[in-house]
């Protein structure tokens, strides 16, 4: 919370300044472009033609020690060191680095379905604890197979989450866009580092440094009653929130100097690639009571799924992937929306919280897109998206 809340802090600092510092007539993409070029023109000419078809036709893959735990019920087991070997798009983990060669303790293809991307690649990291956790849902015969592989430190994580999240999506490591994504999460994680000396940086007071810093509309109400618990009560009683909040601001302060070089777009486009990197971002969520069920419970809606989740205690209970969907009908009388999956799977719920025109509106939207990717350059069928996303008008 303390990255965006700086983040924020910095943008409106600079857009009230007017310090915008953007170059004037280079363009980043065409130098990028340009250097890549060079570099690869240095390799074709310094390199023999046996060793450039090989590093063409060589896909990259990850081998290293990594700790992996598999959530089961009943079990107290942690997590246990593995040899964990990642090619392709396949995830292979032996007991030891000997056993290798042979055959794997379980093998996990990243990509399952035809629609991406085919599995959940969720991060679960804690800079300051040290924590370095990928959580990955592959889906299964028998639902949604679920595995965290825990990193020693950032770099490791980076390549690995990097390649996860590219097989998730149908690539490899050998994609171009390998290199940029792990640079990407290098400097995510680089947000989360704690600052040395808060006063230092600086020079004209803490006055002056807080000068238009309002906790109230940088931090979530709900993280700033979480700060307040994790305070020490003063004669045995909790101070009251307006005596907590400023207390955020030395916090803020220091998570904004890994961001206090950034020019204004620089920090709007870490913004919004800290927002997409939420393990729930991009999920709509609507309260809806389930056929044959007494009580509320919350669905989630995401781009390729659609998520059952308690709504006392907020765990996922079913994950139903749009690729393994038939058919879904809307009893507009009754206000009920009907599902239909593979192996005869039916799914029947009325929206509490919405009207289920919304979640209609939804699922024939994503379907849409997932047309369009696999078939980019083409024009837009507004005929097939009304046909999705249509049919609630009265006749």
Known sequence: MMVFAALQYHINKLSQSGEVDEP?????????????????????????????????????????HLRIFRPRKLTLKGYRQHWVVFKETTLSYYKSQDESPGDPIQQLNLKVFLLPPGCEVVPDVNVSGQKFCIK??????????????????????????????????GRTMADSSYSSEVQAILAFLSLQRTGGGGSSNHPQ?????????????????????????????????WQPLTSVVPQLTPRILEAHQNV???????????????W???PDFGISYVVVRFKGSRKDEILGIANNRLIRIDLAVGDVVKTWRFSNMRQWNVNWDIR??????????????????????????????????????????????????LQLTGGHEAF
């Not at 993409?29 to 310094?46: H, P, R, Y």
């Not at 060793?51 to 990850?62: A, K, Q, Y």
């Not at 979640?359 to 507004?382: K, M, N, P, Q, W």
């Open 24 to 64: 004037a007539s280079t363009d980043p993409g065409l130098d990028d472009l340009d250097a890549a070029l060079s570099n690869l023109e240095v390799k074709l000419e310094g390199s023999a033609p046996t060793d450039v078809l090989d590093s063409l036709t060589t896909i990259p893959e990850l081998k290293d």
């Open 136 to 169: 990955l849902l592959v889906p299964s015969p028998e639902g949604m197979s679920e595995i965290y592989l825990r990193c020693q430190d950032e770099q490791q994580y980076a390549r690995w989450m990097a390649g996860c999240r590219l097989a998730s999506k």
């Open 205 to 237: 007071g803490p006055d002056a440094a807080t000068e238009g810093l309002n906790p109230y509309g940088l931090v979530a109400p709900r993280f700033q009653r979480k700060f307040k618990a994790k305070q020490v009560p003063e004669g045995g009683l």
């Open 260 to 274: 206090a070089q950034l020019s204004l777009s620089e920090a709007q486009l870490r913004f919004i690639q800290a």
């Open 276 to 278: 997409q990197s939420l």
């Open 336 to 385: 009920q929306v009907a599902i239909e999956f593979d192996e005869h799977i039916n799914v029947a719920f009325s929206c509490v919280s919405a009207s289920c025109r919304i979640v209609h509106e939804y699922i024939g939207g994503y379907i849409f897109l997932s047309t369009r990717e696999r078939a980019r350059g083409e024009e837009l069928d507004e005929d097939l998206f």
